[in-house]
């Protein structure tokens, strides 16, 4: 969760999951994030719940697993 001000205070929210080798829980080879941008449209930059909305995957490539 961060906070920013610039025209208005407006707070934004992200939560995740990760997926990693059992052996390994150090090592992220996938993610997924979703973010909720200007969570009470402060800016009214976007009144659509679908403009804030963010989701992401990340794909992670544990090079020293590869090598050993």
Do not use: K
């Amino acid at each position: 969760m961060d906070f920013g001000q610039d025209a208005a205070a407006r707070w934004n929210v992200g939560t995740g999951i990760g997926v990693a080798p059992l052996r390994y829980p150090g090592h992220l080879i996938v993610a997924l994030f979703m973010e909720l941008y200007d969570v009470t449209d402060a800016n009214g930059e976007a009144p659509d719940f679908a403009d804030r909305l963010v989701t992401r995957i990340v794909l992670g490539i544990p090079f020293d697993l590869l090598v050993n």
